[in-house]
């Protein structure tokens, strides 16, 4: 196998036994809702390091439901997935090998190189992360890029200010309950949606929001217009479909929305909110972000959360499947409508 | 009637005779397609202006797509006509008796007292317009808030710079045709489109847009894709519906739409874009805006708009009607697929 390739001349000096690992592929490009039959995996032995790498064994990888684009054909904004090629995702891990003083063996390491259980890897392009401040998953979840998703829906994109009301959907998932809770920790009024009761429990009791209430029940304008009969000043959008509707009627004047995600429609498009015209009467802004413009924001969004979870102040909720096999069946559990995960979900690969 | 209330006890000096005037009220409100039944004549003697105010006997009236919002019945951020009240818009007026001694007899001035013959008003609501600069109607339409709405537009809401190259829907109408020749100024590329052979000529012809197209002729997202292989940067939305819809599809990453109007769906609700999912992986911006927040940026519209005007590198393009009697059916025209104006439509009452 290529993968083998070169690991006599490599990095001898730190081990002579090949590093056996196994990765998920993408086998197919799905057609509407994906299938396991999307995923293949595949063993390998992996070469020692070279000079300025490392080998790094994954302890925890994320699955999120953004990679449902990235399976998708065609021209694209964020890189697509290629059929035959390893997967990608944020993952943690752990250095057990290294060519990189600045990287020594134990160093635990946030990476891009999700789904699959090791990897060898430049060391400059890993980030450091300190387990003594939080669980090591935790970077996966609210002081990773779903904590930064968050924070610059709210603060860059929707410029949520202190005290004003915000409307989150989907509000107990990964982004929405890290959503929830800035919001909260910024004294303001959140009003937030989910699928469940267990959802809805989670969110009134754990996050603390002002008004919590199920999307499959009754309608989601008369929700709003109960939870904040003077309009609602911002909309974090994470589903699309009816609920982005029901915002636009909810707006108040200048209101904002940040587009985060469109999980009504992954699978199956939506039909547009037909109420588009209020957006000139309102003076409304929609606007589309993706979050690796905005790694930049990483630091100042880390100087409030690190703190206030090691304080308690913050909830990072997790939802743990066990094991590389896991994997596609938690990724494809997550664009269910209904889908079983409070908080982040987490697939653990190793201690 | 009341409006002769109180014409005895003031301005005598400087009439004793009551001028009369006509004006036009809001007699119904519409359910979908509004028809001349929602207008209602009324005759009246106007009373001499009284300290501080002035008569003033229209030249010009204004009527304009956005008006037909303000027949709705309900909560708006514009103020909604009421039953039994004139209607307003734009007009342009010359003093015929003053109490003003800032607005001497003779004096032309903008008000938004349209949709009358005359009207007494205080002199300080009132704008002084030059006609040596240009003619008095062109203060309602490429030098008044028609022009100035294209132009908060293009440059306020949707930030278009020189070079770009901007989609116009609705082209050939009166903001759409100043929008055309204020980005070709900024050496912009302008893609327009329009519903007749003639608006297509009069875009190409006489503004000189580098593309322009019929929506009603093919899908507009093919010739966006023709015109603009690259993507085009921004959308000025004038009608919503498909145009919309294609301009999502066209527009290249960190694309910005500015939401003027919804002609497509002012009568009848057009459903929503289904592609609104683009925004998030393309960054794109939707923003709705109303005129009447930027007024004072009309200085810095007029410091370019007037010398380009006087020098004829602007097109100020009109289409007259005549008398107030024919001031409903020209606006319902106006809102009509395949209305008959190119560039402004204008009311003319008097000379």
Excluded at 60 to 73: A, H, I, L, Q, W
Excluded at 266 to 273: A, D, L, M
Excluded at 326 to 331: K, R
Aim: charged share 20%; hydrophobic share 40%; with cysteine.
């Amino acid at each position: 196998m290529k993968e083998q390739g070169g690991q006599g001349a490599r990095g001898g000096m730190l081990s002579c036994m090949a590093t056996q690992s196994r990765e998920i592929r993408l086998a197919r490009r799905p057609q509407g809702e994906p299938g396991l039959d999307c995923f293949a995996f595949a063993e390998m032995d992996l070469p020692d390091p070279g000079p300025g790498e490392v080998l790094v064994r994954n302890l925890y990888m994320s699955v999120d439901p953004y990679m449902r684009g990235r399976m998708n054909e065609g021209k694209s904004y964020v890189p697509q997935f290629e059929i035959g090629k390893p997967l990608e995702g944020s993952a943690v891990g752990r250095v057990i090998a290294s060519q990189d003083e600045k990287l020594p063996v134990g160093t635990l390491v946030l990476s891009m190189y999700g789904w699959r259980e090791a990897y060898v890897a430049p060391g400059f392009g890993l980030r450091v992360i300190d387990s003594s401040l939080a669980p090591a998953s935790a970077y996966l979840g609210i002081l990773g890029v779903t904590g930064l998703t968050a924070w610059v829906g709210l603060f860059t994109i929707a410029k949520l200010k202190d005290g004003e009301t915000v409307f989150i959907s989907a509000g107990a998932g990964a982004v929405g309950s890290a959503a929830c809770q800035f919001a909260k920790m910024h004294r303001c009024r959140v009003i937030a949606s989910a699928g469940s009761e267990e959802k809805l429990a989670f969110l009134r009791n754990e996050l603390k929001v002002d008004y919590a209430f199920n999307y499959r029940d009754g309608d989601a304008r008369e929700h709003l217009a109960k939870a904040a009969p003077d309009g609602i000043h911002v909309y974090f959008d994470n589903t699309q479909g009816p609920q982005l509707e029901a915002a636009l009627y909810a707006l108040a004047p200048y209101g904002r929305v940040a587009m985060c995600g469109g999980i009504a429609g992954y699978n199956v498009p939506v039909p547009g909110p037909p109420n588009l015209i209020q957006m000139v009467g309102k003076r409304l802004r929609l606007e589309g972000f993706i979050v690796s413009d905005h790694f930049k924001e990483l630091p100042a969004m880390l100087a409030e959360a690190v703190p206030a979870l090691a304080a308690g102040k913050l909830v990072n909720r997790e939802t743990f499947v066990n094991g590389l096999d896991a994997a596609p069946g938690a990724f494809l559990d997550l664009l269910r409508s209904g889908a079983g995960n409070i908080g982040k979900m987490v697939v653990k690969l190793g201690d």
